[in-house]
């Protein structure tokens, strides 16, 4: 479990239509825990102590040493009301995020990086841009974002200069992508982040231009809307108690109805903190944080999104 | 006793003669061969391949080192290289393509011959070739201590490592030249 901080919002910044960037302090004016390139929080998008929606936000500022920490968030007003709750925010507010969670690092055996952000998942290339400025790493940056204004621009221009290309129209995007791809130096990385839509063009782009995974790394910000899935039922090891799950009701609200207390915290296949041990039966894994061989083994699952592949799965619980 | 080979950093390989196909995703390949017997596997590596390929035979590690420097500055990814000969020369030539930014799923590695091993020794650092094997002993070129070959192949250096074998027997005829510790001991040190 990471640790809970309470920050002050200490300035919002809404000059790029449709998203806010915050500027979130220590109360006492202190310094953050440092973090790796690429980490993001899950903010609490709510008042304090009660139960509100955690959504994950990329850290956009400098990740040594901190004396604040950056998110910039897109509203969406057809999501779970995260996004319009920080829009809301005014300087002064309160708002509880974790310490800083990496799972987007950038390799630091790597020759070269390349940088690909479409839209608002600039946020996590951002902060591995800045890094690789900072240690003066070879980078090359490609930003695909809607025509007119873009979140973070002037940032990546001033820490880029010539290594930046934007796009703003999906031709040219898929045409220039290619051609960058068929032509980094052995060695180099790739890091991806936007809807999941975009990475996947992406993906497959690398993937047949002969890239291996290892160098291929990806940011999920969110996961698009998952079927009701199929009912089946939860028997829990412990007590030997059976529970339904319907149709349309996650494998978490099921055991949290039932009584049980499961730690959790984005409630969306994004943090991990819901990872269960399955005792028995196949799980249906449709989450964004084991990987492929976690998944294989099958001897765990985040219940917030991810179900029974059959009728019945048997929980050490 | 040693603990199974998927355990250890001794590759398959690295134990038994092997020809790997080449990955189908590359783009392009190149296969360097150390010696007569790695060219046919090479070839038979590069007609396996969808991409165009290059074939590099060699007499030597050295030129062979080379070779693979030059390419890893030329190449993209995308490629996918085969290194090919005898133990001795295959493992420091993964050395270099590792130090030279590959991933292991961009190298192939391919052994004719396992009879002979690098090994590094643990305390004098002198890398020893001989014909032996994970669990031998052999004499160590630079200290003379018989050194017991530990099931670990370093990824950096391309060599075994290498420990004095009854390091643990104080004082009798079988620590090499044991010249080093007892005099080590009678100063007082």
């Known amino acids: ?317 | 006793m040693n603990p199974a080979l998927e355990l250890t950093s001794v590759p398959a390989w690295a134990v038994r003669p092997s020809t790997p196909p080449c990955d189908p995703a590359a783009t392009a390949c190149t296969a360097v061969a150390v010696g007569a017997e790695a060219v046919d596997v090479a070839t038979t590596w590069l007609a396996g391949a969808v991409a165009p390929g290059r074939l590099h035979a060699l007499a030597s590690t050295d030129e062979a080192l080379a070779v693979v420097d030059a390419e890893l500055a030329e190449a993209r990814v995308g490629w996918r290289l085969l290194v090919a000969g005898p133990l001795t020369a295959v493992l420091p030539l993964r050395a270099r393509a590792l130090a030279g930014g590959l991933v292991d799923a961009e190298l192939s590695v391919a052994t004719t011959t396992t009879d002979d091993l690098l090994v590094t020794c643990a305390h004098c650092a002198a890398v020893t070739s001989a014909p032996t094997h994970v669990g031998g002993v052999v004499p160590c070129v630079g200290c003379d201590r018989r050194l017991l070959v530990h099931h670990h192949v370093s990824r950096r250096q391309g060599t075994f490592l290498g420990y004095q074998v009854d390091a643990e027997q104080w004082g009798t005829e079988q620590w090499g030249t044991g010249q080093w510790e007892t005099e080590r001991w009678e100063e007082g040190a």
């Open chain 1, 1 to 317: 479990m990471s640790t809970s901080l309470s920050l002050v919002v200490a300035a919002v910044d809404d000059t790029v239509p449709g998203v806010r960037s915050v500027r979130l302090v220590r109360p006492d004016g202190g310094t953050l825990p440092g973090f790796t390139p690429g980490s993001h929080v899950l903010v609490t998008c709510g008042p304090p102590g009660t139960s509100a929606v955690a959504n994950a936000y990329s850290l956009t500022g400098d990740s040594v040493a901190p004396r604040a920490y950056t998110i910039s968030v897109l509203r969406l007003d057809a999501g779970r009301g995260g996004s319009r709750w920080v829009h809301a925010l005014a300087t002064g507010d309160r708002v509880e995020v974790t310490s800083p969670r990496s799972a987007f690092p950038p390799v630091l055996a790597a020759r070269r990086h390349l940088l690909v952000a479409g839209g608002i998942g600039v946020t996590p290339i951002l902060s591995h841009l800045r890094s690789a400025v900072r240690w003066g790493r070879d980078v090359e940056v490609l930003y695909a974002h809607r025509p007119g204004a873009a979140a973070h621009l002037e940032d990546l221009r001033d820490l880029a200069g010539d290594a930046l290309t934007c796009l703003t129209d999906r031709t040219a995007l898929g045409d220039h992508l290619e051609r960058r791809l068929a032509d980094q130096p052995v060695g180099t990385h790739l890091y991806t982040c936007g809807p999941a839509g975009f990475m996947d063009t992406v993906t497959l782009a690398a993937r047949r231009l002969g890239w291996p995974d290892e160098r291929i790394h990806v940011e999920h910000f969110g996961v698009d809307d998952l079927d009701p899935g199929e009912s089946f039922e939860a028997v829990l090891r412990a007590s030997g108690r059976t529970v339904p799950v319907p149709s349309g009701t996650s494998l978490l609200d099921a055991l949290e109805g039932a009584g049980l207390s499961v730690p959790n915290l984005c409630r969306q296949g994004v943090c991990g903190e819901c990872r269960v041990r399955v005792a028995a039966g196949t799980p249906l894994h449709r989450d964004l944080v084991l990987s492929d061989a976690e998944k294989a083994a099958a001897d765990t699952l985040l219940c917030c999104v991810s179900r029974a592949a059959d009728d019945r799965l048997e929980l050490d619980l």
